[in-house]
Nanobody, 115 residues
């Protein structure tokens, strides 16, 4: 069973930066489409960004130009570099791995943007 573990969350001031990581177990990470989602208190979980096995990326309009998704297949790890953070970015951030055989979520990591 594939497992995903997020890390890198924390408390940051507005305008600051954080880098989230999502480490996957198993041998097939390179074949997964990897996603970041987030869920703020009282709101539905929303799409943030994704990256294909070939490295193509997509972003939600709310994070374009501020967030960068990347992956290192040799390390079975995906990243989300978050710059120019705003209070509205406060949420639990989840990674997700998708292929024809799996659809797996991580446990989430809290990001709080506050002064």
């Amino acid at each position: 069973q594939v497992q995903l573990v997020e890390s890198g969350g924390g408390l940051v001031q507005p305008g600051g930066s954080l880098r989230l990581s999502c480490a996957a177990s198993g041998s097939f990470f390179q074949f997964y489409v990897m996603h970041w989602y987030r869920q703020a208190p009282g709101k539905q979980r929303e799409f943030v960004a994704n990256i294909t096995p070939g490295g193509s990326t997509n972003y939600a309009d709310s994070v374009k130009g501020r967030f960068t998704i990347s992956r290192d297949n040799a390390k079975n790890t995906m990243y989300l570099q978050m710059n120019s953070l705003k209070p509205d970015d406060t949420a639990v951030y989840y990674c997700k791995a998708v292929s024809t055989l799996i659809d797996i979520w991580g446990q989430g990591t809290q990001v709080t943007v506050s002064s």
